[in-house]
């Protein structure tokens, strides 16, 4: 299926995402948005996927396996969750359009925590040491780690988290005021990622 003939079943809304390369969607049963089940203590092989509470093992089947590049940032668990914020959707298809990484499945979506109500609760059986199956070659967080209790190996540029580099980078509010240096610092930060592979 070529992607005119892909785009005329993506509602409005989601076309933004899907040519972003974005091909699924977190969505509860029905559809509906609604609050997740407080999750119990963390069973004892928390490590599989197939252990994690409902919502993050659906996450993970859904999320590309060949993935280069795992985007997280603290509302992502909003944004996959419908309570997303159209300009975020904009910001990130933009983003990845000018890495050369558009449409071809090598960007991944993993929150670090998922809503809860009106909150965002992490899940950290799950969500930091657990990253796609696909060991991105990074890892961009857009915004303050400790936000979401990203569980970051040393700090500055030989950060990690499981062995995937990570890269701090500014809140997506800073990206989306428009200022050129700090787009042009995302770009840079990001560039090896588009020429590696």
């Known amino acids: 299926m ?15 995402w899907h040519l972003s390369g974005v091909r699924y969607f977190l969505l509860p049963e029905g559809g509906a948005v609604r609050s997740a089940a407080p999750s119990a203590e963390a069973p004892a092989d928390a490590g599989e996927p197939a252990s994690w509470p409902a919502a ?9 396996q060949q993935a280069r590049l795992c985007l997280c940032y603290a509302a992502l668990g909003l944004d996959l969750t419908g309570r997303a914020d159209r300009r975020r959707g904009t910001l990130w298809r933009r983003l990845i359009a000018a890495l050369g990484l558009a449409g071809r499945g090598l960007v991944a979506f993993w929150p670090l925590a998922l809503p809860e109500g009106e909150t965002l609760v992490p899940a950290p059986a799950c969500s930091g040491r657990d990253f796609p199956a696909s060991r991105p070659t990074c890892l961009p967080f857009f915004g303050d780690p400790a936000v979401c209790g990203l569980p970051l190996d040393g700090t500055g540029p030989t950060a990690t988290v499981s062995g995937i580099p990570c890269v701090v980078l500014p809140e997506p509010a800073v990206l989306l005021d428009g200022d050129p240096e700090v787009w042009n610092h995302v770009l840079a930060a990001l560039g090896h990622v588009a020429i590696s592979g």
Not at 2 to 16: A, D, I, K, M
Request: net charge positive.
């Open 2 to 16: 070529g992607l005119l003939e892909s785009l005329v079943n993506t509602p409005e809304r989601l076309r933004v």
């Open 56 to 64: 993050w093992s659906r996450l993970f089947a859904k999320t590309p």
